[in-house]
T-cell receptor, first 115, second 114 residues
Framework: DGGITQSPKYLFRKEGQNVTLSCEQNLNHDAMYWYRQDPGQGLRLIYYSQIVNDFQKGDIAEGYSVSREKKESFPLTVTSAQKNPTAFYLC??????????????FGDGTRLSIL | KQEVTQIPAALSVPEGENLVLNCSFTDSAIYNLQWFRQDPGKGLTSLLLIQSSQREQTSGRLNASLDKSSGRSTLYIAASQPGDSATYLCAVFESNFGNEKLTFGTGTRLTIIP
């Protein structure tokens, strides 16, 4: 079955620690996205990538980093600079970003908490 | 800056009733509007996508409309079922100088009472 796999489902971070969230897709999609979801605030875009080896900051990129070395993978690192990392993180993908009328497909999310 | 609003934040209706969820947005220069469903602790499932040139889209018991000039969309659910209970999110897709993004509303949490 084609889809998006996020791992782990739950993640705990200690103070001063960097953690990496995994996102893998086998849909052959060019574009991939990372969102953060907080209660009452909806989803906010952290980073997105329209093609391998290229990515752009979203609205709330501070304290996060990404890489896009392979088409199917778009890992997100939450660095120690992100002072309020507790949230539900969602990864999504879509057919080439410039084909603007294609829906985004989402993974099941990773819930990050602070120890 | 685009703002997307969904009212009400929560809605409960008896099973079998038809219902309408509302979404409004402030900037009408959008490429499309999408409706998603989110179950607790899960990701989002795309329900319907309406292109900016379209007025409505239908899928089964769901019908979404778009009035771009007034910045409004509705999601109509016919003959509601307990399995329809979920949070429904709308999002608008924009492209500004190559910066493409979806802007989401905060959602309407729908409960269908058996």
């Amino acid at each position: 079955d084609g889809g998006i796999t996020q791992s782990p489902k739950y993640l705990f971070r200690k103070e001063g620690q960097n953690v990496t969230l995994s996102c893998e897709q086998n849909l052959n999609h060019d574009a991939m996205y990372w969102y953060r979801q907080d209660p009452g605030q909806g989803l906010r875009l952290i980073y997105y990538s329209q093609i391998v080896n290229d990515f752009q900051k979203g609205d709330i990129a501070e304290g996060y980093s990404v890489s896009r070395e392979k088409k199917e993978s778009f890992p997100l690192t939450v660095t120690s600079a992100q002072k309020n990392p507790t949230a539900f993180y969602l990864c999504a993908s879509s057919i080439a970003g410039w084909r603007r009328n294609q829906p985004q497909h989402f993974g099941d999310g990773t819930r990050l908490s602070i120890l | 800056k685009q703002e997307v609003t969904q009212i009400p934040a929560a809605l409960s209706v008896p099973e079998g009733e038809n219902l309408v969820l509302n979404c409004s947005f402030t900037d009408s220069a959008i490429y499309n509007l999408q409706w998603f469903r989110q179950d607790p602790g899960k990701g989002l499932t795309s329900l319907l996508l309406i292109q900016s040139s379209q007025r409505e889209q239908t899928s089964g018991r769901l019908n979404a409309s778009l009035d771009k000039s007034s910045g409004r969309s509705t999601l109509y659910i016919a003959a509601s079922q307990p399995g329809d209970s979920a949070t429904y999110l709308c999002a608008v897709f924009e492209s500004n100088f190559g910066n493409e993004k979806l802007t989401f509303g905060t959602g309407t949490r729908l409960t269908i009472i058996p």
